[in-house]
């Protein structure tokens, strides 16, 4: 018996939380307790953490731009738990005849990203890897399906992307990974919640993630099945989507140390492009379980 009261959790999804869904898991799991859930869907990150920030929402899954932003606006959420997802989950595409083979001839190239997303920092990094500059290539700032489409007419050269926009490229657009996130980038996934609903209702969240790591469990083990549950919701065929399953890392693990610093440094990289407005401290906002 749930000792706890939630009168709605309201909760964005991922790949783990669209089978919670799916499942009714979440909501099987509250009602002993009298709970319920309300589902709500984003197609970007930010969005989400506004809606963290509006009270709109109780529960965020996003990548590791948002909260950075959301944060630098202001003091209304903490991380929970942090999602693996995998640095094989993240590259730069080029096209499969394209002469450029190595980041450096990147130079004076045009690369495609979503601005303030993580792909973008994994350009940035992919390019002090090898001494170049932000200021040394022709970033083009576009949404995943613009820059897939950029990149699919030759408006661009490269185009920094993640799964399973990845994927599709790859498989679809007949891309050809430059280089991957592998000791540039973590690409990991956060799990976020409001301070209010942290406040009042600790063990929902701990119910929660514990729900997340099930469902973990049972997708690293399933990937083509994830993969048929995605595919009519997000437009994707069921072959791109598992190919992206089956290079991924599904879990709800603490944040430790070296988490939270590889996520200062996108956070200090951030301020330095000017993307957000002020310097902030990562750690400040990771939840402190009493």
Do not use: C
């Not at 730069?92 to 990203?113: C, F, H, N, R, Y």
Request: net charge negative.
């Amino acid at each position: 018996m749930l000792n706890m009261t939630v009168e709605t959790t309201r909760i964005i999804h991922d790949t783990n939380l669209f089978s919670l869904k799916g499942k009714q898991a979440l909501e099987k799991a509250f009602q002993p307790a009298g709970g319920s859930v309300t589902w709500s869907e984003f197609t970007q990150g930010l969005p989400m953490v506004e809606a963290l920030n509006a009270g709109a929402i109780d529960i965020a899954y996003v990548g590791e731009a948002p909260p950075i932003f959301g944060q630098a606006a202001g003091d209304f959420f903490n991380y929970i738990a942090v999602d693996p997802y995998g640095v094989e989950a993240e590259a730069i595409l080029v096209p499969q005849d394209s002469p450029i083979k190595t980041v450096a001839e990147l130079k004076g190239k045009s690369i495609g990203v979503a601005k303030g997303s993580n792909a973008h920092y994994l350009a940035v990094a992919a390019l002090e890897s090898v001494g170049l500059k932000p200021s040394d290539v022709k970033f083009k700032f576009l949404k995943p399906s613009d820059g897939r489409a950029a990149f699919e007419k030759g408006d661009i050269d490269a185009w920094s992307i993640w799964d399973p926009y990845l994927a599709a490229g790859e498989v679809d657009a007949k891309g050809r990974v430059l280089v991957n996130a592998k000791g540039l980038a973590p690409n990991v996934g956060y799990y976020l919640a409001s301070k209010e609903f942290l406040k009042n209702n600790p063990e929902a969240v701990e119910l929660i993630l514990e729900e997340i790591r099930k469902e973990s469990a049972y997708a690293v083990q399933n990937p083509k099945e994830i993969a048929k549950l995605l595919s009519p919701a997000l437009g994707i065929s069921v072959s791109v989507l598992e190919k992206a399953e089956k290079r991924r890392v599904h879990d709800a693990l603490p944040l430790t140390d070296e988490v939270i610093e590889k996520q200062q440094k996108i956070a200090d990289t951030f301020a330095n492009l000017k993307l957000i407005p002020k310097a902030i401290i990562v750690k400040d906002a990771v939840w402190n379980k009493k």
